[in-house]
């Protein structure tokens, strides 16, 4: 039992979670906060589920654009898996539609990804996400020395998404769909990185959802200013 439990915190605190994007194809200008909680809603294996469930991950991003038109792009950290690093650019964007490409990347995987969606009123935008996934190990090898079942290995997969996102002021949110589909290694247990053993390739298939909020610093504090310097309105005279 004791086991069983260090194992599960080792896969809690360990770099086993699905990369999330936190932004769509329109770069947003600015310094954001803000954090990604996801679920894995189904799949067609038992194992290696956790190298394609999102979780809990705070990040700080930060949007530039140039001229109207013309190329923005954004920097993100974010502590999903160890410290994640995602650098983006976007393609000049015509009228509603954005699209643009970039790179999220840890000691854990490196994502290339592709963007693309539309805007529309009240600050809405929808948009796809077609990403390419390679990790190294998600099975911590403290974990495979627990006995706690074999280790899964190299997970390698095609992760298409579909997300909604709003903004309204300095708020934003977005509900995003990815899937999985790929493949990963399954080694005996107790066997660790560069020791012999029978490794078998497995089929890995999954769908999971997660929810992205933050705020945009900036947009915040003049909104706060702004309602610092409203003035007070005044009764009339003689009106109890």
Known sequence: MRRGWAALLLLALGPACAPVLTHGPRVEPGLFLGSTLGLLIGQDTATAPDAVTPAWAPY????FAGKPGGVAGSL??????????DAYLQLPSRQEWAY??????????VMPYVQAGQSFGRGYEVYTTQAYVHRTDFTDGNVALLDVGP?????RYWAPSLALRRRQGALGASLE??????????????FGEGTSGQTT?????ALSASVTADVNLGQL???LA??????IPRRPPGEP
């Open 177 to 190: 769909f990815t899937g999985a589909i790929g493949s990963y290694d399954q080694r005996p247990r107790g």
């Open 76 to 85: 993100a950290l974010s502590v999903g898996n160890g410290f994640d690093v």
């Open 226 to 231: 702004a309602i610092t310097r409203r003035p």
């Open 221 to 223: 504090l003049k909104d």
């Open 201 to 205: 390739s497995r089929p890995l298939r």
């Open 100 to 109: 643009g490409g970039g790179v999220m990347a840890s000691p854990a995987y």
């Open 151 to 155: 280790n899964e290995v190299r997970p």
């Open 60 to 63: 700080v991003r930060y949007g």
